[in-house]
């Protein structure tokens, strides 16, 4: 499975951005997606992710009620929509597909990652 990443630039605060993430084929239907970021200077860490099937989300505290994820089975493709941002949200952001059907906080879980897709937050 590859994974293309897209949807990063420069927005100021309070804007809004969506990242899509592309697999190359449908195997990755099967698996938990998650998002990830890495700021200058800072570890990865986890964004959010989704299950399988869409039915179960979750969010890393700092971006809850800002970030919704969802996922279009059609093309293989998960998205991450992220408004109201923040300076703090600038960052490499990494889409991966998880090693079961659910997403998780835990990078050692994931099997794929894409490359990244650069995000500057502007205040």
């Known amino acids: 499975v590859q994974l293309q990443a897209s949807g990063g630039g420069l927005v100021q605060a309070g804007g809004s951005l969506r990242l899509s993430c592309a697999a190359s084929?449908?195997?990755?239907?099967?698996?938990?997606m998650g998002w990830f970021r890495q700021a200058p200077g800072k570890e990865r860490e986890f964004v959010g992710g989704?299950?399988?099937?869409?039915?179960?989300?979750q969010y890393a505290d700092s971006v809850k009620g800002r970030f919704t994820i969802s996922r279009a089975y059609a093309s293989s493709t998960v998205h991450l929509q992220m408004n109201n941002l923040k300076p703090e949200d600038t960052g490499v952001y990494y889409c991966?597909?998880?090693?079961?059907?659910?997403?998780?906080?835990?990078?050692?879980?994931?099997?794929?990652w894409g490359q990244g897709t650069l995000v500057t937050v502007s205040s």
């Open positions: 991966a597909a998880a090693r079961g059907s659910f997403a998780s906080p835990h990078q050692g879980d994931y099997t794929y």
């Open positions: 989704i299950s399988w099937n869409g039915g179960v989300t």
């Open positions: 084929r449908r195997t990755s239907s099967n698996n938990g």
